[in-house]
């Protein structure tokens, strides 16, 4: 793609540009991507115009959106050649496709479809001072509970241009009650509105059939509930800490429950029995900067919370959920139309359309209690779970149909016919394999049921139950400090890393180092562990589908502090390499194979 001096595209638009382009005939097709929010849903649809030679795919950016942090980035990915707004406005264009009502959208010369980036229009949005249309943002600024507040992307403000015409040539909706709420919000904007099912939803009901990839892609055990954290953005979203007044209002979500919510996770649920992710919005992400989410995070994360691609990753999360803790946005609302139970930790109503089917949801949808025991609602939720049927209801009166009547808008709307092959969207790809590796010190309560058997519990934060606790902390442990009281030290690795010598190398040192550590355990695979305990010779430990963490642990609870003298403990490891062992943990069974490592 070739530039002038001025930043203009020369190839393959531009004022020389049928000298330069080697397919300059082609239908030009202008995405509009206002940040990365609308980004998700425009590159739900670019396949749509895979293998056609016809089209030219071309995208700008207004500059008008508040997030447009990343999506100069996200566009230089694509490969799509990225033409500045003013040249965008005064290129002919064919069609115009965007997920957002920001900028002049009226400016270009072409036709224009607009799509929603959401489950509908639903969140009510005030206009700003300024007279003219806002700069993108997609959700409810939370600065108003009044009536009056327009819905965005319904109300005159947002969908008919200055001259009071609709702006849009399409407006793309996924259900018929859409189509009501706009008549009746803007009736000059109705006929514009055309049933064409939601994409995204779609790529998510096509990918059911690989929830159990996903999970394992993300780390999910066997035997282990997967809780997805839900957070739009703004003041009263579940990550939002209320706002300058402290969420005064009194609505639903407006307090900030997220800073006592997190290290709760970690103290009540054993990590071997729950794994957490957290699926935030793309403006939390860019409009407070990837670096710092990672950084109010890091704590969480440490204790095992994975943190989702919020361009890629978050619909396959979603399908992997066992449970979802969310709020008013419409990744919660998506999770409850898959089936997925849904406990709201955030529903500030007067942020919604009150005629909005997600607002009867809100209504409806049981809440999490911040005061009460948090296990304990997540178990009941899952449980006793009813999925509420107005999600899968209203999400699409036409699942499975958005590929061919988008392609059959758009090709129309260019007034030329479609390809002759069948109109197909991407389907989810496999996530990146999530390490479930906690580096947070664990305290390990074990207990001997009888002999060879051992249940064992892990915990990344101090549990409440009594017992036979011991520590065992990661060597890459941030907190330092609590290695020299560990009881079992481990880490993950490669067996031929040479950084770490090998198995052997590595356990030897790490005794030798900390005195006070009774065993040190080098994870080597997703169920096998290299081990030495003090009194005693290099071991290989595999128990399928076990956290080798939590076989190693298993061990020294078997071995006891080793007390009893050198002969007693080595006549032990003798009988385990004889007979092995079981542990449970995790709420399953697993025969630990022991046997001397090289």
Known sequence: MAQGLDGWVRVPVGGDAARWATRGACLRVLVVVHNVTAATRLLDVLPLFDDDLRIQLLATCPGSSAFSAGTAELLAETGVPVLPWEQAAVTPIDLVVSASFGGQLDSFRGKLAILSHGVGYTKRLATPDTGHRTPDTGSGSGASAAPAVPVFGNAPQWVLSDDGVPLADALVLSHPEQ???????????????????????????????????????????????????SSTWNPASLFGDGGPDGGSSGDSGADDVLPALLPRLAREFPVDEYRFAAVLHPNIWHGHGPG?????????????????????????????????????????YYAAALGTPVLLAAAPLHELDPDAPISAFMREAPRLDPGAPLRGQVEQLVDRHRPLSGPAEFTTSVPGEAAVRLRALFYSMMGAPEPEWAATLEPLPLPRLEAATVTAPLHVLTRADRPGEVSVTRWAGAPSAAGDVHMAVHEDTRDVDQLELADVIYRDGLPDDPRFGSPSIWTDEVLQRYQGCSLAAFVIGPDTCVVRPRRGDLLRLVGVGVDP???????????????????????????????????????RDARVRVSPAQ
């Open 179 to 229: 189509v009501d709420r706009l008549r009746a919000a803007c009736p000059e904007a109705a006929p514009t509105a055309v049933l064409a099912g939601d994409p995204c939803f779609d790529r998510m009901l096509a990918a059911r059939p690989y929830r159990e990839r996903f999970r394992r892609a993300l780390g999910v055990r066997a035997g282990q509930r997967l809780v997805v954290l």
């Open 292 to 332: 710092q989410v990672r950084a109010w995070l890091d704590r969480a994360r440490r204790c095992g919370l994975v943190l989702i691609d919020p361009l890629e990753g978050w619909r396959q999360a979603l399908i992997a959920a066992d449970a979802v803790i969310g709020d008013h946005g419409s990744v919660t």
């Open 549 to 587: 963490g939590a076989c190693a642990s298993a061990l020294h609870a078997l071995l006891g502090s080793g007390d009893g003298g050198g002969e007693d403990v080595r006549m032990r490891l003798a009988r385990l390499v004889e007979d092995g062992f079981l542990v449970r943990v995790g709420g």
